[in-house]
């Protein structure tokens, strides 16, 4: 089982354009960003663990 674990404040999961696009939220000790884009049919995670204030945004 593969998990992704994402905090921090501003986090995000969302779909755009046919990929999962993760974005790692800011924390106290840096306001530095990650994202991670990859194809919605390949997501290689069983698992997403959110923890802070975020959004998770789906397409119709």
Do not use: W
Request: aromatic residues 10%; hydrophobic residues 40%; proline residues 3%.
């Amino acid at each position: 089982m593969k998990s992704l674990f994402l905090h921090g404040y501003g986090l995000s999961i969302k779909v755009q354009n046919s990929r999962l696009v993760f974005s790692q939220g800011i924390d106290l000790f840096s306001d530095k960003r990650e994202t991670l884009k990859l194809p919605a049919s390949a997501c290689p995670f069983d698992k997403v663990v959110i923890q802070g204030k975020g959004y998770v945004s789906l397409k119709h």
